[in-house]
């Protein structure tokens, strides 16, 4: 940007070319428009009838040089001699002035322009557009496994979604999640951790935690980590935060809450925490038939470690109603066909189920039951087409000769 001392310096010198291209006696080359301001050495003029020129030219640089010379060195012209430098300007045959050329004429005032202009309408756009080539990419490369790809990519994407949003925003949060995630599938636990925490963080800064549900799911990622790391104690205070945030967004009885339910219950287990374990599964079967009704196959697994946990309660009817339970929904799975082309999977838990069943009734000392239960158990095995020395079919064959062994001695008694 010029100053107003450097703009009438241009002024100044343009007032010398139309002196010195005004004069009559001045040759064609001198009077060109590429060299007005070329001077008496420019290089053109060799002829005694060209030496009008250089005396015209002489005599405009001494005027220009005695009335100003004191007005150019107090506006802190680089050059010490005016003359010198419009004469070396001509010599060039360019029209330069004589302060800096990377200072360009681009305002009337004085004041200088800011560096950094913001991002205009047509920038934003292009950022927008590589960030969504990015994001599409790095998605084709979690899907391909590729993940040391999609992870660059995923990286990249957030740091033009800084230049474009900010550096904390809800694009940002949103895609650390996203690496954490790639992180935790390489193995890398601790980086993983730390992008998780970083994204909540990040929310919390935005006020985004209580309406948010994305966080919750977060909080379990990281449950996840730290049960994979063995730190099953961490494992359960992230998904109780987890929880925490899904009742206060949904409400408590909201079926959604039901995953959430039965992972804490399976962690209360690892703990050896079997009260809360039994609460948390509990809970999760009561979500499941307020969204699902009372067949959801769902809560099979859920009744199955519910009668364990009371059969080792010694809560032997509450074992024998869960198995019970249990069995009449997974009899409506096998009759229902089963899992696509999982039938004798289907088959064998429900011949396990019966074998629990049968060890309720036992120990409640109900032998008939028990027997009942068990040979239930081998008939499901022999129409699978398990062979007789298959470790399912001969397990519960000793299974049943020792109840009816026991049976017997009971009966000796009396």
């Keep these: 940007m010029l100053l107003k001392s450097q703009r009438r310096l241009v002024t100044q010198m343009k007032d010398m070319s139309f002196v010195s291209s005004g004069s009559s006696t001045a040759s064609p080359e001198c009077a060109s428009p590429d060299t007005s301001l070329l001077g ?3 290089g053109y003029c060799h002829t005694d009838e060209e030496n009008n020129c250089s005396e015209i030219s002489t005599n405009n640089r001494s005027k220009i040089s005695t009335n100003n010379h004191s007005k150019i060195s107090t506006n802190n012209i680089r050059s010490n001699n005016t003359s010198d430098t ?3 300007s001509m010599s060039n045959n360019t029209e330069t002035s004589a302060f800096p050329k990377n200072e360009l004429i681009s305002s009337p005032t004085d004041e200088f322009i800011d560096d950094e202009p913001p991002l205009t ?3 934003k756009k292009d950022i927008e557009n590589e960030i969504q080539v990015l994001m599409t990419q ?13 992870l660059m990519n995923l990286i990249s994407a957030m740091e033009k979604q800084k230049i474009l949003y900010g550096h ?3 694009q940002v949060a949103k895609n650390l999640v996203k690496v954490g995630i790639i992180y935790m599938e390489l193995g890398s636990f601790d980086d993983s951790l730390a992008k998780f925490t970083e994204s909540v963080a990040m929310k919390q800064k935005l006020s985004l935690i209580q309406a948010d549900l994305s966080t919750a799911k977060t909080y379990r990622h990281i449950a996840k980590v730290h049960s994979l790391m063995g730190r099953n104690d961490k494992a359960k205070e992230a998904l109780t935060e987890c929880l925490r945030l899904h009742c206060a967004v949904l409400g408590e009885d909201n079926p959604m809450n039901a995953t959430v339910c039965r992972s804490l219950g399976r962690l209360h ?3 050896g925490d079997a009260d809360a374990a039994a609460r948390m599964f509990e809970e999760s079967r009561r979500l499941n038939i307020l969204g699902n009704g009372e067949d959801y196959g ?3 697994e859920l009744l199955e470690q519910l009668g ?3 059969l080792d309660r010694g809560d032997y009817h509450g074992a024998i109603d869960s198995f019970c339970e249990n069995i009449r929904l997974k009899t409506l799975e096998v009759d229902g066909g089963g899992r696509v082309g999982d039938a004798r999977h289907d088959m064998a838990d429900l011949a396990t189920s019966w074998q629990n069943l049968g060890e309720a009734h036992e120990r409640n000392n109900d032998l008939d039951e028990g027997l009942a239960g068990f040979r239930k158990s081998l008939e499901i095995y022999e129409d699978i087409g398990f062979s007789g020395e298959h470790p399912y079919v001969t397990n519960t064959t000793q299974e049943i000769r020792r109840m009816e062994i026991k049976k017997s001695e009971d009966c000796n008694e009396y």
């Design 168 to 170: 904390d925003c809800i």
């Design 138 to 150: 790095a998605n084709i490369d979690h899907s391909n496994k590729q993940l040391t790809f999609a």
């Design 298 to 300: 769902g809560n099979m």
């Design 121 to 123: 309408t047509v920038k």
């Design 308 to 310: 364990k946990i009371y």
């Design 269 to 271: 287990i690892k703990t």
């Design 40 to 42: 008496a050495d420019c």
């Design 86 to 88: 419009i004469s070396n």
